[in-house]
């Protein structure tokens, strides 16, 4: 090996072994406690400045200044972390979108509070621990490594770690104490952290700021070792480490020098990028795409306060106005988030990306320098810098569309870093360039008048994004993404709509943030301001506009006046605390108002009481359609105190299977119930709906319909009848099913009609493959083998959403309802994302299912379940389906909802939709079902009339 070979070679050994720390440490984590620790490269650099100042500063010899920072201060770091920050997280159910907002408000808290303390300057003076022996410090990081695979392998505590990664609860369960493995692993986590910081502060520059985006940059060596291997991570980062060093002896020529030079300098960008986009997401808990918050109460009066503060900056002069010009443009950036995480529920962590392309290309095309296109003047330029950057925002969409939580979080994160890195600190792309204020507005006054225009027309198109038909199906989304594919938003489409909608957004931020301060300064637009914005934006509530421009003034305010920083402490503060009141910030503060308050506490009902106590007057004192009729009441309550037990679903093929217990007789043929009635139910449900006897099977479609077809919900029923053609029209047919999970067959050649008309039931016993079925039908599970037909198209391919749009609607074991929206929202929903845009349909919906009294108003967050399956039925309507498939439509509902949910169905069929139940209630099935299907070990063994498949006596 050549000298200069050996000499690179050993220092991509040093930084790989950095790197290498970094991945331990991070692992090791997340292992514990689940936490992706965004914090990681911020307690590093509290470190490093630790022990700067101990032996800089104070005079303290190395190796106890080192042994305090590192043994004393890292370790307690973590264990305050854990038992102040993210014990209290767990303890409210460790959602993953908390605790990365609460790890990402560790971040900027240390930030913020080391700038305060250090100041912002790069210190030069940070003291050598371990000389720059490359071979030392890859023995410190190999013998780390093997020593935490060695303690996780074989000591009793490595036993309790790794049931705890495996399934916390059951590891509770178990007698191991979780709060005890989490706190050893944060406190080694800060340890390594703290590793890294104090090794690597003589070589690069200690700031607050650029240590700690240089240490979660290496994140990718964590993230392309699944977040569990650690010799992958020692590997990788020591590979990328040597690479890095080696690639600096090329000296590439021609158009693509620059930026190849980007990539051999930013290896470990590279990286990330390549583990957080192309690499599936990281971890199984990462996959939840619950809310980073609910929506927030704007406080009475706070409107025409905003305005006046915000047109208040008119009145002032000199640096007070110079400063005020960031504030609407911060607000406008902010306002994207707001659009993108708080209404979409995405996690969006690199949104200043956006922000700094809006002012680079702002610039470079107001100076003519942007291939292909002539000058323009500023604000033509601003224009079509929107413009350009907006479609860039599916960089960021396009990750979000199969990544949640954290997984979606680095992705975001790694193009905010790659932008920043490839395009904001080349000089390729932006030496020499300046920006100008348009011609008109040059001076602070007349400029920020002009961006106060900009920034209401911001507002509006916040304010169109965020209601209406796009803003519900946002919140549908960000409530429940199943939900909202099942009701038929587009979820793919809706979250690239987000995105780049978000990016046109911050674009202009950026655009106006550049025109102000006359520069296009990268600095503004580092990665570490997209944390530190997320993080505002969310604490001050995402989902709410006056917070986005109530964020842009305090991180504008507060750094104006004061050191760098108080802004960012304050955010982080907040961010650190806001999982701790998932309510909101302003509910949180009214509620503690409150509790000084006591003799006004009745006002301030939690909304699940407060619901009750609604729905009492929504029925008026009369049962909706799905709560139980007078008399089943009584017998419910004073009786047996709740519904009989369901019947055990038979295993085996008729004649053998029926349970022994009484059940309701599948009654004689009853006269049909026509449509009229279901649309008389509008008013008077719960007298009016069909109550007797089940009805005779209705005829398969197009073969005659009864009469009183032609009233309806009868709209619908009009339509649907237009709609529904031949004999198979409106039909749903499985054809030889097949899935296997790894080796298991779940289903083993299944075929089934569900026509319109009737109701079809499956039942079987536990782990029969009835759910799977159910996926393969509403396309939410694609099978390995047989199709999906619907009114005699192929259907296999679809997606969810597109089923719901041909007509297929489901309702879901596990309630689906977004919980913020209301009552009336959930079904305008389905309505406006189903098979036919109705506008009557969701009321119509409504009124079937007894939701169109006060109740409609209240949100959905906190009502009893019969209420919310009502909810879900109506949303399902409400997109005019031809097939509605049940996944256990009676779970959790008392007797008297089962049997107006069976006068429902029934209606429903009789109107000539084409039901699926699946479900283990025997009784509902017998007593609703014309045809039975009977499942066992994924395939099915018996079908028939329900009487006969269900009733040994019967001799089926
Ligand atoms: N994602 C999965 N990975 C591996 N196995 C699975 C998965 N989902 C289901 N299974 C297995 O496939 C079989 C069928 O499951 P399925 O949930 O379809 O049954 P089911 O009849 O709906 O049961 P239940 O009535 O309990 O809901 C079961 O043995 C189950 O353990």
New binding site residues.
């Given amino acids: 090996m050549s000298s200069l070979t050996y000499d690179l070679t050993l220092a991509g050994l040093s930084i790989g072994s950095a790197a290498a720390l970094t991945g331990i440490g991070l692992i090791v984590t997340h292992r514990a406690t689940g936490v992706l620790n965004f914090a990681h490269g911020a307690i590093a650099m509290v470190c490093a400045y630790l022990l700067r100042q101990f032996t800089v500063e104070w005079g303290w010899p190395l190796a106890l200044g080192a042994s305090v920072t590192l043994l004393l201060v890292a370790p307690a770091i973590g264990l305050v972390l854990e038992r102040f920050v993210f014990r209290p997280l767990s303890l409210l159910g460790g959602d993953p979108a908390r605790t990365l907002v609460a790890s990402i408000g560790v971040f900027v808290l240390l930030v913020g509070g080391a700038a305060l303390v250090w100041g912002t300057g790069a210190r030069t003076d940070a003291p050598t621990l371990v000389p720059a022996d490359p071979w030392r410090q890859l023995a410190v990081a190999v013998a780390l490594a093997a020593g935490v695979g060695a303690v996780t392998r074989r000591t009793r505590f490595g036993t309790e770690l790794r049931a705890v990664v495996d399934d916390r609860p059951l590891a509770v369960l178990g007698g191991v104490d979780a709060d005890r493995v989490a706190a050893a692993g944060w406190a080694f986590g800060s340890f390594t952290a703290g590793l890294t910081g104090v090794l690597l502060a003589p070589y690069v520059r200690l700031d607050p700021y650029g240590l700690p985006l240089l240490v979660i940059e290496v994140m990718a060596v964590a993230v392309a070792a699944r977040m569990r291997s650690l010799p992958v991570a020692v590997v990788v980062a020591l590979g990328i480490g040597v690479a890095q060093s080696q690639l600096t002896r090329l000296h590439p020529s021609g158009w693509a020098e620059p930026l190849l030079l980007a990539v051999g300098a930013n290896l470990f960008v590279v990286a990330l990028l390549v583990a957080a986009l192309v690499l599936p997401g990281i971890g199984t808990r990462d996959a939840l795409p619950r809310p980073v918050t609910v929506r927030a109460a704007t406080p009475p009066g706070a409107w025409p306060v905003a305005v006046v503060l915000f047109l208040l900056p008119l009145g002032f002069a000199g640096s007070d106005l110079h400063t005020s010009v960031q504030v609407p443009a911060l607000g406008v950036v902010l306002l994207s988030l707001v659009v993108v995480t708080g209404r979409g529920g995405q996690i969006s962590l690199g949104q200043a990306a956006y922000a700094g392309l809006g002012a680079l290309f702002t610039a470079l095309l107001a100076a003519g320098r942007f291939p292909g296109l002539p000058r323009l003047p500023e604000l033509a330029a601003l224009a079509v810098a929107v413009l350009l950057v907006a479609p860039l925002g599916v960089l960021t969409g396009w990750p979000a569309i199969g990544r949640h939580g954290l997984a979606l979080a680095v992705a975001t994160f790694a193009v905010g870093v790659g932008v920043s890195r490839f395009v904001f600190e080349q000089p390729y792309a932006v030496a020499g360039l300046s920006l100008d204020r348009p011609a008109g507005f040059g001076g602070d006054r007349a400029y920020y008048v002009l961006e106060l225009v900009l920034l209401a027309a911001a507002l509006l198109a916040a304010h169109t994004l965020r209601r209406g038909r796009p803003g519900r199906a946002l919140a549908a989304l960000r409530d429940h993404e199943a939900g909202a594919s099942a009701a038929g938003v587009r979820v793919p489409a809706l979250k690239l709509t987000a995105f780049v909608a978000g990016a046109a957004l911050a674009a202009l931020g950026g655009g106006m943030l550049g025109m102000g301060l006359r520069a296009f300064d990268a600095t503004e637009y580092d990665p570490v301001r997209s944390l530190l914005w997320f993080a505002a934006v969310v604490v001050l509530g995402a989902d709410s506009v006056l917070g986005a421009l109530v964020a842009a003034a305090l991180l504008v305010g507060l750094d104006a006046g004061a050191r760098g920083g108080v802004a960012a402490a304050l955010i982080g503060l907040l961010a650190v605390l806001v999982g701790r009141f998932p309510e909101g910030p302003y509910e949180a503060l009214r509620a503690a108002v409150s509790r000084l308050r006591p003799e006004r506490r009745a006002t301030l009902t939690p909304v699940g009481l407060g619901a009750r106590r609604h729905l009492r007057t929504a029925t008026g004192g009369r049962p909706g359609p799905l709560a139980p009729p007078p008399a089943v009441e009584a017998v419910a309550t004073t009786g047996t105190g709740g519904r009989p037990r369901p019947h055990p679903?038979p295993a085996a093929p008729p004649g053998t299977g029926r349970g022994s217990g009484p059940h309701p007789r599948p009654t004689p043929a009853a006269p049909r119930t026509g449509p009229d009635t279901v649309r008389e139910t509008g008013s008077h449900p719960a007298r009016s709906l069909p109550t007797g006897p089940r009805p005779e099977p209705a005829p398969p479609a197009g073969a005659g319909r009864p009469p009183g077809t032609g009233g309806g919900p009868s709209r619908r029923g009009k339509a649907g009848a237009a709609l529904r053609g031949g004999a198979d029209a409106g039909t749903l047919v499985a054809r030889g099913l097949r899935?296997a999970?790894?080796g298991?067959t779940?289903?083993d050649g299944v075929t089934l009609d569900v026509p319109p008309g009737r109701v079809t039931a499956v039942v079987?016993?536990?782990?029969?493959?009835?759910?799977?079925?159910?996926?393969c039908l509403a396309g939410t599970l694609r099978p390995s083998g047989g199709r999906v037909l619907f009114a005699g198209r192929d259907v296999t391919r679809l997606a969810a959403h597109a089923r719901t749009r041909l007509g297929i609607a489901r309702t879901f074991?596990q309630l689906a309802v977004f919980p913020s929206l209301t009552v009336a929202e959930n079904v305008r929903v389905g309505a406006e994302q189903g098979r036919i845009a109705d506008p009557g349909a969701a009321e119509r919906a409504l009124r079937l299912l007894g939701l169109d009294g006060p109740v409609r108003s209240l949100p959905a967050a906190g009502l009893p379940t019969g209420t919310l399956r009502r909810v879900e039925l109506a949303r399902a309507l409400a997109g005019s389906p031809r097939v509605l498939l049940l996944d256990?439509p009676a779970a959790g509902l008392d007797t008297g909802e089962v049997s107006a949910l069976a006068r429902v169905l029934r209606a429903l069929a009789a109107d000539g939709t084409a039901l699926l139940v699946?479900e283990?209630d025997l009784d509902l099935v017998a007593d609703l079902a014309h045809t039975v299907h009977v499942?066992t070990a994924?395939r099915i063994v018996a079908s028939g009339p329900a009487d006969r498949v269900l009733d040994p006596g019967s001799g089926g």
């Fill in positions: 679903v899935v999970y790894g298991f779940a289903l079987g016993p536990n782990g029969a493959g009835k759910s799977t079925l159910f996926h074991q256990e699946v283990h499942m994924g």
